[in-house]
């Protein structure tokens, strides 16, 4: 299994605060994504990244931004969480060569 | 841009008998990838088959094995001799490979429950 790590796995939250996602990869893919995860709607790409530094907004951007200073991090940030963004998030990576997505364990956060 | 459409949220099918998944997607691209995933209860995103849009064979693992019609943009996932182990979730998604960054669209899911 690649190695994708999340956290945290579960997180609380209120309304207005900002919260952070950590993504961990220890495959040196270059390509890592956030996506949410909602009933219904299946999963839905936030951001994604090409690189360190390189990253770019998918189909439900509003209201969160990422961050990736290293290879193998990728940091999703909700800048002042709402509960429309309560969610199920996972982070996937992938090689420039490959057409395969590993995916994380998902976590899941609540805005109250 | 692309979408994925499944049409069923739930299905049901009986311990050893055969059940059929839809999926259809719309796109103007010729090259993609279409996968399967299944999402047991315990979240874990794990690729149940991967099939190439200019292949023509359907792709085949296992007792998975896939329909899938280019001109009709239909990918229809077939389980043989269902498990209860095959109880989860299963999400269709596209891909536009190898620029823009590989990433996935997915369908809305279908909810499948292997009844003993």
């Known amino acids: 299994d690649a190695g994708i790590t999340q956290s945290p796995r579960h997180k609380v939250t209120e309304t207005g605060t900002p919260v952070t996602l950590r993504c961990h990869q220890t495959e040196n893919h270059r390509y890592m994504y956030w996506y949410r995860q909602d009933p219904g709607h299946g999963l839905r790409l936030i951001h994604y990244s090409y690189g360190v530094k390189d990253t770019d907004k998918g189909e439900v951007s509003d209201g969160y931004s990422v961050s990736r200073s290293k290879t193998e991090d990728f940091l999703l940030t909700l800048e002042s969480a709402t509960s429309s963004q309560t969610s199920v998030y996972f982070c996937a990576t992938g090689a420039s060569t490959g057409t395969e997505a590993f995916f994380g364990q998902g976590t899941r956060l609540t805005v109250v | 841009a692309q979408t994925v459409t499944q049409s069923q949220p739930e299905m049901s099918v009986q311990e050893a008998e055969t059940v059929t998944l839809s999926c259809t997607y719309d796109t103007s691209e010729s090259n993609y990838y279409l996968f399967w995933y299944k999402q047991p209860p315990s979240r874990q995103m794990i690729l149940v088959i991967r099939?190439?849009?200019?292949?023509?064979q359907n792709a085949t693992e296992n007792r998975f094995s896939v329909n899938f019609q280019k001109a009709a943009k239909s990918f229809s996932l077939k389980i043989s001799d269902s498990q209860l182990g095959d109880t989860a979730m299963y999400f269709c998604a596209f891909m536009k490979p190898f620029n823009a960054g590989n990433m996935l669209t997915f369908g809305g899911g279908t909810r499948l429950m292997v009844k003993p």
């Open positions: 099939q190439e849009a200019y292949k023509q």
